[in-house]
């Protein structure tokens, strides 16, 4: 699968935005989907990930609520929109994808390292500014 990260800019603190990212290749609905986020000078951080049908859902402690992760896999896409955002949440943001064959639709390891994933998407950036 080949992921396509789209939807970052640059906000004001408070303010919102919505990532998507797209895929394509055959049968989205296997794949168990993550954003993570690297920072400058930082290394990449887990931000969310979602089931293979979207039911469940992991997120980091940081978000706080702010963020929610969702996917459409009729749309072979899944989305993190982020809001009341902090300057500290500048980083470039990937989406990553994880295939899992046969299992559960709804389960979810927590899917929070690197090495959980299978595909990486080439990232957008967001800034956030005060």
């Known amino acids: 699968v080949q992921l396509q990260a789209s939807g970052g800019g640059s906000v004001q603190v408070g303010g919102s935005l919505e990532l998507s990212c797209a895929a394509s290749?055959?049968?989205?609905?296997?794949?168990?989907m993550g954003w993570f986020r690297q920072a400058p000078g930082k290394e990449r951080e887990f931000v969310a990930a979602i089931s293979k049908n979207g039911r469940t859902t992991n997120y980091a402690g940081f978000i706080e609520g702010r963020f929610t992760i969702s996917r459409d896999n009729r749309k072979n896409a899944v989305y993190l929109r982020m809001n009341r955002l902090e300057p500290e949440d500048t980083a470039v943001y990937f989406c990553?994808?994880?295939?899992?064959?046969?299992?559960?639709?709804?389960?979810?390891?927590?899917?929070?390292?690197?090495?959980?994933?299978?595909?990486w998407g080439q990232g957008t950036l967001v800034t956030v500014s005060s």
């Open positions: 990553a994808a994880d295939f899992i064959a046969g299992g559960s639709a709804t389960y979810l390891a927590t899917h929070s390292r690197e090495g959980d994933y299978d595909y």
């Open positions: 290749g055959r049968s989205f609905g296997t794949y168990a």
